[in-house]
Structures are given as C-alpha cells and as structure tokens.
C-alpha cells in the first residue's frame, strides 16, 4: 500500500525499476490486488465505504471525462496527460475501502516514512551521475536519483507525518529530513516546510525545550554534513543561489493568454507544450502551477470540477481529531503545486485526497460504533 501511495513506489519501486518494469504498472495491479482482498475479506464494509464516497468518485469521474474531451490525441504529451489522470483516477477508486481503523492508517504512514528514509541512504551512497558526491555535487536538482522535485516532496511528506503521528522520534528525524532538503535545494519544499515547522513549534506546540531541541540537532547536524567553508559551494552548486525561477513570469502571462483565448473549455489538455513552450531560456512543458494549467488548459469548468472534487472531498473534514495533520498536509499540498509539476502529476494533491478518505471513513466507523 505504501509502494501505491509513494509516487516513485518507494523501495519496491527500486526493485521494480531495476526490472525495467512500469512503476505505474506495478501500482495498478497492486491496487486492484489490495482492492481485491477487501472486497473477499468483508465484502458488507466494501459496500458501505464505496457508497459512503460515491459523490467524490463521480465527481473526479465528471472532471477526467472533461480531461479527456480536452485531449488532443495527434499530441503526444496530451494524451500522456489524460493517461496519466486515469490512473489516478483508478488508484484512489482503488484504495478506498481498504482502510478504515486508525492503527492501520498510522502504520501505513509509517511504512511511507521508512520507504523515505531508506530512499535517503540509497541516494546519499548511490548517487545517479558518474558517482559524484550526492552532498556538493556541482547539480544536485539533476544528480539525485529519481527527480528531486519529486524526491523533496516526498522527503517534505515524511516531515508532516512524522510532526504529527511520531512524536517520540520526531526530535531526531525532523532535522535531518530538513538538511535533505536543504542539500537538494528544492525552494518551494523547502520554504513552506520551514514555515510550517516554525508555526507547529512557536504557535501549536509552545514548548520551548522541544524547540530547543529541535533547533540545536538541526545547527550541529547542518555543521558536522557541510562544514562551514562548504556553505557557500554549497548553495551555488543549487538553484536556492538562483532567484530567476525558470522563466515563471513568463509562464504565467502565456497562461492568461490561453486562459482569454478560451476562458470557459480552455485550450485543451497539454496545450501549454504545443502553444506556449519556449519561455526564458528553457522549453516549458506546463506552467509550473495548478490553478494556471487548470484555467489555460481545461477553462474556468476543469477549475470549477476541480474544485468541487476536493470540496466532496474534504466535506466535514474538521470533525476528526487530526484535523490538523490534514490541514498541514493540505497546506503543504497545495502551495507545492503552486510552482512545479503538471496536474497528473501532483502526486501530493491526490494522496492528500487517499488519506482524507481514510479519515472519513474511520469517522464513519467510529460513528457507526457509537
């Protein structure tokens, strides 16, 4: 389950890839596997669980059907797009009756942590590009196995779940997980990650000593990986040292022209790469922000079908008492689509969806119980 979850499919995902095997692949027969077993284990719960969310499975039904009207089959990328859609579509259909009990749950989000952590060990002594220093190598946004943008979210993933469902060990994994992510230099991640620490430590928990604690392992952590002369080579060798972006303002005013072009249907899913793609000195295949590729691509219905879905979705949420790890993932989330990745891809987004059905579902039971 979580190889299902984890976007790269975590340490199997490594086996799998060494097999020269589809990742994709993998998960959605694992997922029909997983869903498979629940229906055969307590089929009464299956039922129930699926009629509980049947509005959140119709709705991202209706928006992958706006998806795919919007495909331009002729273009590559487009269909890519809407493939890749599906799949997600599929993979949250999928998991939704499989858990429903919060011990299941907290060990599931411990298996993610896990998979995170050994992914750490496996970059750090087996980096991908002619055996350079995972630490300063001269690009760590390229050198690290399996994309850092996705490998900071996943990292930043970890951090939320560890603040709030491991406590006792949280002291010693936050500040190490945070020097990843200064060492892959992922700004977005990184920035809103510091902020939300920084809010959970002064405003939620107003524990001083905690703080303290946190912060020292941090500052001798950061010391003892890089050294105080290597600082400087350090944030160079990254694009935390660049403040130019990729192009984004750029970005940004082509996808207002799509957007006034055809504000209602859009200009068709993956239109940005064929329209507009030459931007700043890199060729862009998507805007680099959800809303904008939602309005550019898809109109003001794909946003508004969107919308909904998470609204369904997130319905009576504040009702279960780990609201707060849900807001902060929500928050992590969101703001982490704001600046990369293509909405297929925005594997946060829709595990943040995965793990709110969970909560409602273990509401519901609980509920039931009472």
């Known amino acids: ?14 086996f799998v890839k060494s097999l020269s095997v589809s990742t994709h692949s993998f998960q ?3 997922v029909i596997s997983v869903n498979i077993l629940c229906f055969l284990f307590n089929s009464k719960k299956y039922f129930q669980l699926y009629r509980l969310n049947s509005l959140s499975i119709f709705l991202f039904l209706i928006f992958t059907l706006h998806y795919f009207f919007g495909t331009d089959f002729l273009n590559e990328y487009s269909v890519y797009k809407f493939e890749l859609l599906a799949f997600n579509l599929l993979i949250f259909t999928g998991m939704i009756p499989v858990i429903y009990d919060f011990s299941n ?37 390229r050198n690290t196995y399996g ?65 303290m604690k946190v912060m020292l392992i941090g500052f001798l952590s950061y010391l003892f990986l890089f050294y105080i002369n290597e600082i400087e080579i350090l944030f160079k060798g990254t694009r935390l040292y660049s403040l130019e972006g990729g192009g984004r303002l750029r970005m940004i005013s082509d996808s207002f022209e799509m957007f006034q072009n ?27 922000n959800l809303i904008l590729e939602l309005l550019g ?25 780990d609201k707060k790890f849900v807001l902060f993932l929500g928050v992590y989330a969101f703001i982490s689509c704001m600046t990369s990745l293509e909405l297929p891809n925005q594997f946060l987004i829709f595990n943040l969806m995965i793990i709110v059905v969970f909560y409602k579902n273990i509401y519901y039971e609980n509920s039931l119980s009472n």
Do not use: C, W
Request: aromatic content about 16%; cysteine-free; proline content about 3%.
């Open 262 to 288: 055809s504000p209602f249907f859009g200009e068709g899913t993956g239109s940005f790469s064929k329209l507009h793609s030459s931007v700043s000195y890199f060729n862009r295949a998507y805007p680099h």
């Open 105 to 141: 749950l907290r060990l599931l989000l411990g298996i993610i942590v896990l998979n995170v952590i050994i992914r750490l060990i496996f970059n750090y002594f087996l980096p991908d590009i002619n055996n350079e220093d995972f630490i300063l190598a001269s690009d760590i946004q």
């Open 147 to 211: 994309e850092p943008i996705v490998y900071s979210r996943l990292v930043g993933f970890s951090i939320i779940i560890v603040l709030f469902h491991f406590k006792k060990i949280r002291k010693y994994l936050i500040p190490l997980m945070f020097i990843v992510l200064i060492t892959i230099a992922t700004r977005t991640i990184l920035f809103v990650i510091l902020l939300l620490l920084l809010y959970h430590f002064f405003l939620v928990n107003r524990s001083r000593f905690t703080i």
């Open 1 to 14: 389950m979580a190889s299902i979850i984890l976007y790269d499919g975590g340490v199997m995902g490594l």
């Open 297 to 321: 691509e898809n109109g003001i219905i794909g946003l508004f079908l969107f919308v909904i879905l998470l609204i369904s979705i997130f319905y009576k949420i504040s009702f279960h008492k």
């Open 28 to 30: 959605l027969i694992a």
